[in-house]
Nanobody, 115 residues
Framework: QVQLVESGGGLVQPGGSLRLSCEAS????????MGWYRQAPGKQRDLVAV???????NYADSVKGRFTISRDNAKNTVYLQMNSLKFEDTTVYYC?????????WGQGTQVTVSS
């Protein structure tokens, strides 16, 4: 079983920055991808960014050029640097880890962009 612990959410003004972190622990099986998703109330959970074990990244069009995903394999940790935040980025962000065995989710962290 794999556990994911997220941190770094909070309240920020439009144009500001936040950095999310997610540390994985437990039995990770094989090479794994890590990513961030977000979900507004009543809507589906959508991909924000993902990074493979080899460092290949993919971003949602809405965050390209503003968000950067990175990972520290020694710490089993993934980061999401969020710059130029907009009102519409407000929602709950979920960390995800996908290994050869299963798909795991964090508990979610709230990001609120407000003036």
């Amino acid at each position: 079983q794999v556990q994911l612990v997220e941190s770094g959410g909070g309240l920020v003004q439009p144009g500001g920055s936040l950095r999310l972190s997610c540390e994985a622990s437990g039995s990770i099986f094989g090479p794994y991808a890590m990513g961030w998703y977000r979900q507004a109330p009543g809507k589906q959970r959508d991909l924000v960014a993902v990074i493979t074990s080899g460092g290949i990244t993919n971003y949602a069009d809405s965050v390209k050029g503003r968000f950067t995903i990175s990972r520290d394999n020694a710490k089993n940790t993934v980061y999401l640097q969020m710059n130029s935040l907009k009102f519409e980025d407000t929602t709950v962000y979920y960390c995800n880890l996908r290994d050869l065995r299963s798909n795991y989710w964090g508990q979610g962290t709230q990001v609120t962009v407000s003036s």
